[in-house]
């Protein structure tokens, strides 16, 4: 009863630290604000939630702030309602965002494919004008005095039956020999393709929700996704996955509450904590 009353708006900010040898000197204590899963059909007349949720963001005060996907739940009018309160969403260097899997609208029936794909340009240009920058398989150079960082974007890259269509090639070229975070919403992307192929130091993920229920720091979502909260090292590079602001499918929350993450990047080597 708690979960459906009140669980779904228990927001909660979580710290994390994350350390490389590879961030440049500039970067030491650089601070990214993530959401993910916002689910904005499921907020439907209750803007004042999300509106403290923003709230709760920008005391953050953090240097970027990103977005990893899933800003609706199919059809791009769910985000009309809440675009004035998105767009309070601010930070020094400015807001990105990519899509999820929802986002391309595969989830409800189009009178055809021409439809669905002008719902998705449809909830693109909302995302821009609410004033997030959305990266589709592309990135963009944060540049501190003489030393910068990539943030790449991909679109959904996710396994059967979530649609594939990241591009990292694409999106990582002309980023050679820099610091990487790479936004990509589904966390299985890491080490399928991340990991294996690039130099990517963080990857910053959403999708698993942690299925809406952690008991006791227990959820059924562990069987499903290897990753499926919090912080994962493989050497000296990370995934970090975000278990949304949203809910969808069940109206509740219980023990993973929404998530509000502030990433804290430090110059050295593993020893991350959250």
């Given at each position: ?7 779904k ?65 199919s ?6 309602e ?72 991909v ?44 130099s ?44 949304g ?30």
């Open positions: 009863l708690f979960g459906a009353i009140k669980g708006e228990n927001f909660q900010v979580k710290e994390v630290t994350f350390y490389s040898p590879d961030l440049p000197d500039a970067f030491d204590g650089y601070r990214i604000l993530q959401l993910s899963d916002i689910h904005s059909g499921s907020w439907k007349g209750n803007g004042k939630a999300l509106q403290e949720a923003i709230n709760l963001c920008n005391r953050q005060n953090a240097d970027l702030a990103v977005f990893t996907g899933d800003l609706v739940n059809r791009a009018d769910e985000v009309l809440f675009m004035p309160v998105f767009s309070q969403l601010k930070a020094r260097d400015g807001v990105y965002s990519v899509l999820g899997n929802h986002d391309y609208g595969s989830y409800v029936k189009w009178e055809n494919e021409q439809a669905r794909l002008a719902n998705v340009d449809s909830l693109i240009a909302r995302e821009n004008r609410m004033g997030w920058c959305m990266l589709q398989n592309d990135h963009r150079i944060i540049y501190k005095g003489t030393d910068s960082i990539a943030i790449v974007g679109e959904n890259s996710g396994k059967p039956p979530f649609p594939d269509r990241g591009d990292l090639p694409k999106a990582l070229q002309g980023t050679d020999g820099m610091f990487k975070v790479l936004l990509s919403h589904d966390p299985t992307h890491w080490r399928r393709k991340v990991l294996p192929d690039t990517v130091q963080l990857t910053l993920s959403g999708h698993t929700h942690d299925m809406q229920i952690s008991l006791f720091g227990f959820s059924v979502s562990k069987f499903i996704y290897p990753e499926h909260r919090g912080l994962y090292l493989e050497g000296n590079r990370g995934l970090y996955v975000n278990i602001l949203g809910y969808v499918l069940f109206p509740m929350r219980l023990g993973a509450w929404p998530e509000i993450t502030v990433l804290t990047l430090k110059k050295g080597n593993n020893k991350s904590i959250q």
